[in-house]
Each structure stands twice: as structure tokens, then as C-alpha cells.
């Protein structure tokens, strides 16, 4: 998680103050990329605090299964998106959507086909941004696209933009959610997940998360865990939370912090 530690470490001490539709204020740094190695060997879930693994497998199987209300996500103890929810629990076309149906495209789908027929393509790409449906949304896509690449030896790795990203709270779940997408994507083609990138636009971090990320820099992090599918299946659509096992997980404290709305 070095790489993560660099740009949290250049975004809260370099950044430039600026404000933001929240009210809270940021500090911000504009284009940060991060690479995390050989995630089939050590999983970059973040170990310098305690990040609620539960919620972030819980939102992943969501987005894959194509829902935009909250339900689901109550059922597996996740409450992450509650702020930005209607009074029924809706999202509008958010995330999974525009994964499952981007104007009649089911991406995910078209995706794992697509792996099979034509591995070295590169077309390999899933979108979420769609300009059409952006004033129904809950909110805007911050992770706005992901792209896979198939290796010669079978080897799997990503690479997810993002336009706008949260680097002390959401980064982490982002990070977490996209290598466990890897593993998900590589197993109906028995390909090992490898390297993972992030691109970010605009990296901030809050005003109001300052001190919490200084106190987070400052801790020697322990070693990073691995990652257990119990079971896969040939359509992503299909996981649960309960197929997914963090072995050997053991972070420092939570440090708490609130979320900008």
C-alpha cells in the first residue's frame, strides 16, 4: 500500500486549499496515479486503520447485480449510501445501472464474453459515466470507468478512472472493491489477478479529515492480508458477500471521520 501512502501523504501536505459543493473545503492535487502489485498475494486492503471489509464486498456484489436501492445493501449490513438515498431507498441509474443496462448494454456481461472470444483486445472497458443519466443520479460516478488486460501468460490486471475521489474514507473501499472485481473477473477464465492501477482527476482530502489522516501517515502499517473466494461463478452477477474471505487481516484502530455530503 505504499503507493496509496505516497499520494495521501503528497495530497493532505501539498495540496492546495480549495472549496467544494460540500461547504467543507479541501486540499486538492490534480492527476495522482497509484499501482498495487500482485494482488492474488496481498490483497490492498488497507491495514494502517480498520476498513469495514463487510461494506465493501457488500456494495461490490450490489453494483453487479444491477441495483440502485439500499435494500440489499441493509440486508448485508452496509449503510454507506444511506445519506444520499430517497425515502424509498432509491439511487436513481447509479453504479449498477449503468454497469447491467447502459443503454440497453449489459457491460458486465459483454465484459466476461468478451475476455473469452477476444483476450487481447482493447476494447476490454466498462463505463459508468453516462452524460444522459447524470441529473438522476443520487450522485455523479466518482469511479467513472474500468479497463481490463489479459496478459500472454494469463495474467489479469485493471486499470479504473476516477474523477474525483475522497483519498481518507472512500479511496481505501475503492481500491479493496476493484481488486476484488479482478479476482471475480479472472476466475471464469482461470487467469491469476496481477496489477492494479488507479487514475485519479481531482484527489482531495477533506478539511474536516486532516488531522485523522496525519495521525494515519504517522503509524507503521502492518502487512497486508490475502483474499479467499470460497466459490466462483461463470457470471459475476451471481456472488454474495458469504463467497469472499479476508485471511489474515489484522489492522491497526479505526480512526474515525465523517463523510462530506
Known sequence: ????????????YKG????????????????LSMRFENVSEE????TGKRTHWPSIIAELCWFLRGDTNVEFLHDHGCTIWDEWADENGD???IYGAQW??????????????NLIDDPFSRRHVVSAWNPADLHL????????????YLTSSNALDMLVDMRSADMF???????????????????PINATPRNLTLNIGDAHVYQNHVDQTCELLERTWPKLPTLKMHRGFA???THMPKDFEIINYNPLPGITAEVAI
Not at 479511496?171 to 476466475?187: G, Q
Request: charged share 20%.
Open 43 to 46: 490483497f490492498p486492503l488497507l
Open 169 to 187: 474514507l472512500g479511496v481505501p473501499f475503492n481500491i479493496a472493491s476493484y481488486a476484488a472485481l479482478m479476482h471475480i473477473l479472472a476466475w
Open 91 to 93: 439511487l436513481g441509474p
Open 1 to 12: 500500500m505504499e503507493s496509496y501512502r505516497d499520494a495521501l501523504a503528497y495530497t493532505v
Open 100 to 113: 447491467r443496462d447502459f443503454e440497453g448494454v449489459d457491460q458486465i456481461l459483454k465484459l466476461q464474453q
Open 137 to 148: 443520479m443520487a450522485l455523479p460516478p466518482c469511479h467513472r470507468s474500468f479497463q481490463v
Open 235 to 237: 457470471h459475476a452477477s
Open 16 to 31: 492546495e486549499r480549495r472549496d467544494d459543493r460540500t461547504g467543507v473545503g479541501t486540499r486538492s492535487v490534480f492527476g
